[in-house]
């Protein structure tokens, strides 16, 4: 359709307002992170007069950072990695394999998807002190894991049963177990599919709170989510401390966020847009 | 399906470890939920089979009632506003445009940012001293509506629920725009012979071609309202005096704080009969324009 140059600039501009209006608390945030405490209180609104680094020092030490970003990429990876794998694993046979209540298996995954985590909390929290689990990371794995396989099978599934079925054929005649076809056949074939899912499983790990809210207690077991609520909390003095410390945690996330965007949007709304 | 026989056994071990995670760390505490709702326990003292009584006496505690109240709140921003403004930005961004990925992007950003990130930044732009919007409302010159934002009573839910518009429509402003993309061109083309333009086309051609995509979007938002417990947490923790209180951050507090696990649980599972109620409800209301 064409649209005349007078309405498309009109639009840009429109648009440009919005966009800057959604993202200015973070902005905001960010211009504010520079400022000292006093210049902050006096002058909340503009750009810093004086760009003032030290909050960055001053936070990265007393938010513990440096302990809450470790504790989140070790639970973050593992996670994915049994995540992925498990899900890989179970998707390869619910998908390549004709056997007795395969449609049921994939159906009771799915279920997983509108599972409230609120309503297994308890549950969790209990299983988890009797095992002996309470403030390890293992107990923010297993339910990560748990939680994820549905959407990760999902997704897996969907790519899997698009392969042509005499591509195991050739693999059989070598003498290929299932595994082995599982391994250098399938897995190589589902690369693009494993990528969106590894990034959506990292983004909903990596900003994950109420499990490790209910779970993890001991300052050098949290995670950022849970570690920065804290200090939120009990820092509130130090406003813009806690922006620096703000900003840090969100930088990563931005920087990947700008990278993998594309892969990131299509997982996020898979379930919707498939579903 | 292919040639690979007697994989009876290597189908069962190959599933096995997700499926034994899954069932017993996602499905089986639904059950176990279940369970304890009927039991007074503290998780250390013997369990005391109560029947029904956690369920009788949440439904006469009145910050209860004020959660269900808040939570229904919550489910009208997202049915009212998240989709509404998804679908507006949705349209707005439907066309072939320079520059089109880069306001996606900024728009879409809040999503992928945890629900504690933007609960805490949120949480200074509502201060009432230096916060961000106050701030604004003095550079407009409009000062005198300066407000306590999250600590008054009247406005606290309004302010909670405007962060939550904030962080989620840009979901669905990303589903809104799949559908869009994929009405044929044939219908526009056809829908612009017969002269349909603007509001008309809109209403008459767009609108019915997304009916599925809205019902899918209006599930979605109805179950994300009651799951609400992270932007609540940390931005009021259910205060002042439970004024922003919502089902899960009540279930939290009586579970995890006062050491009640057959309470919250009796609570967890009220959240999940309520949330069941009001997705019936939308189905039955929606039903004859589906």
Not at chain 2, 277 to 286: D, G, R, V, W
Request: aromatic share 14%; glycine share 8%; with cysteine.
């Amino acid at each position: 359709m064409q649209t005349s140059r007078i309405k498309l600039s009109v639009l840009h501009i429109f648009l440009a307002i919005l966009c800057l209006a959604n993202i200015l608390p973070i902005l905001w945030m960010i211009g504010s992170s520079f400022k000292s405490e006093e210049e902050f209180s006096i002058n909340p609104m503009g750009l810093p007069k004086q760009w003032d680094f030290s909050n960055y020092s001053k936070a990265w030490k007393v938010a513990h950072l440096g302990t809450y970003f470790w504790n989140s990429i070790f639970v973050t990876i593992a996670a994915i990695l049994l995540t992925v794998f498990l899900g890989a694993l179970a998707s390869y046979f619910i998908s390549r394999f004709d056997f007795k209540g395969s449609k049921w298996v994939y159906g009771l995954f799915l279920i997983g998807m509108t599972i409230p985590i609120h309503a297994t909390l308890v549950p969790i929290f209990i299983l988890m002190k009797k095992l002996g689990l309470l403030n390890t990371h293992l107990s923010l794995v297993l339910p990560y894991t748990a939680f994820h396989l549905s959407i990760t099978i999902f997704i897996l599934v969907g790519f899997m049963k698009s392969f042509p079925k005499d591509i195991e054929e050739s693999a059989i005649i070598d003498g290929g177990g299932a595994y082995r076809i599982f391994w250098s056949i399938i897995l190589p074939m589902t690369r693009p599919a494993l990528a969106t899912v590894v990034i959506i499983n990292f983004i909903y790990n990596w900003n994950e709170f109420l499990f490790a809210l209910v779970l993890i207690s001991k300052t050098g077991l949290k995670t950022l989510p849970l570690g920065l609520a804290n200090f939120a909390g009990t820092e509130t003095k130090f406003q813009t401390m806690q922006m620096a410390a703000l900003t840090m945690a969100l930088l990563p996330l931005l920087a990947f966020y700008l990278l993998l965007e594309k892969q990131l949007v299509q997982g996020m709304t898979a379930g919707a847009v498939k579903g | 399906m292919h040639a690979l026989k007697k994989t009876g056994w290597t189908v069962f071990f190959g599933m096995l470890p997700a499926l034994i995670i899954y069932i017993g760390i996602a499905l089986v505490p639904i059950g176990m939920s279940f369970y304890y709702s009927f039991f007074n326990w503290d998780g250390l003292s013997p369990m005391k089979f109560t029947g029904l009584d956690n369920y009788l006496s949440t439904l006469k505690d009145a910050v209860f009632w004020k959660g269900v109240q808040n939570n229904l709140f919550m489910m009208a921003t997202g049915i009212f506003g998240q989709l509404p403004i998804g679908l507006f930005f949705a349209l707005l961004l439907n066309r072939s445009l320079k520059g089109i990925k880069g306001y996606r992007s900024m728009l879409f950003l809040p999503v992928v940012i945890s629900a504690v990130i933007v609960s805490i930044i949120w949480g200074m732009v509502f201060k009432i001293e230096s916060g961000l919007l106050n701030g604004l409302l003095d550079l407009v010159g409009l000062g005198a509506w300066k407000q306590d934002w999250l600590g008054s009573p009247k406005l606290g839910m309004f302010s909670v629920s405007l962060t939550y518009i904030w962080q989620n429509y840009g979901f669905y402003m990303v589903i809104f725009l799949a559908a869009l993309q994929n009405i044929p061109e044939e219908i526009k083309e056809a829908a612009v012979m017969d002269g349909a333009t603007g509001l008309k086309r809109f209403w008459f051609v767009t609108l019915p071609m997304l009916k599925e995509t809205i019902w899918v979007t209006l599930i979605f938002a109805i179950s994300n309202s009651f799951r609400v417990f992270d932007l609540i947490y940390v931005m009021t923790a259910g205060g002042p005096a439970h004024n922003t209180e919502v089902m899960t951050i009540y279930m939290y507090n009586n579970a995890f704080q006062n050491m009640n696990f057959g309470y919250g649980s009796a609570v967890s599972m009220l959240i999940l009969l309520f949330s069941l109620i009001a997705i019936y409800a939308a189905n039955l209301i929606t039903r004859r324009s589906r």
